[in-house]
Each structure stands twice: as C-alpha cells, then as structure tokens.
C-alpha cells in the first residue's frame, strides 16, 4: 500500500524556520522525483519545490527561493523542506507529492501557519 505521510506543520511565528518531512513507503522512492506543493485558503495547489529521483537536481517556486530549501535520503524514503524566514503568505497546507511517468501519489497534507 502506497503512503506518503507528512510531518513537522505548525504554527510559528514570521522569520522562523520549520523542516517538513514526508515518509515514503509501499513504493520504490529512489525512482521518483518528489515535490511539495501547498494550497493557501482559496487558492489553487501551488508548486513549492521539486527534486530528482537521485537528488542531483532540485527547483524552486520564485516566492521561495533562497528560502527554502528540498532534500531527500533515499536511505529513509524521505524526503524534507527545509523553510526558513518565514513569511505570513507561506500559510497553507504542504502536501508532498510522488512522480514516476504517469505514476503519482500524494500526501495527505500538513498545516503550516504563520502567525504573530
């Protein structure tokens, strides 16, 4: 069975940093490039960042770059973002997602909040 499970959401303050971690299982996760996305109250599902299956490549949203950071260990079959500085407009919920060709699976979310 196929999960993707993620963690590490929170409330925190502006100028802060929170790590997202998604755990993979039921699947073979060094094959798949893994992204995560987020959606914001009334908003479409964004792109946030994405990486290759072996990590060599990775690729951000414009509203994020320098900010965050992707990475994964294909050891643990996880994959994390690393955010930093921020921003009240980074509230949503963080989904990470898991492609191969037409394969995909996703998350089912974690609420980051980003709150004085």
């Known amino acids: 069975q196929v999960q993707l499970v993620e963690s590490g959401g929170g409330l925190v303050q502006p100028g802060e940093s929170l790590r997202l971690s998604c755990a993979a299982s039921g699947f073979t996760f060094s094959s798949y490039a893994m992204s995560w996305y987020r959606q914001a109250p009334g908003k479409e599902r964004e792109l946030v960042a994405t990486?290759?299956?072996?990590?060599?490549?990775?690729n951000y949203a414009d509203s994020v770059k320098g900010r965050f950071t992707i990475s994964r260990d294909n050891a643990k079959n996880t994959v994390y973002l690393q955010m930093n500085s921020l921003k009240p407009e980074d509230t949503a919920v963080y989904y990470c997602?898991?492609?191969?060709?037409?394969?995909?699976?996703w998350g089912q979310g974690t609420q980051v909040t980003v709150s004085s």
């Open positions: 997602k898991a492609r191969s060709g037409w394969r995909q699976y």
């Open positions: 990486i290759t299956s072996a990590g060599g490549n990775t």
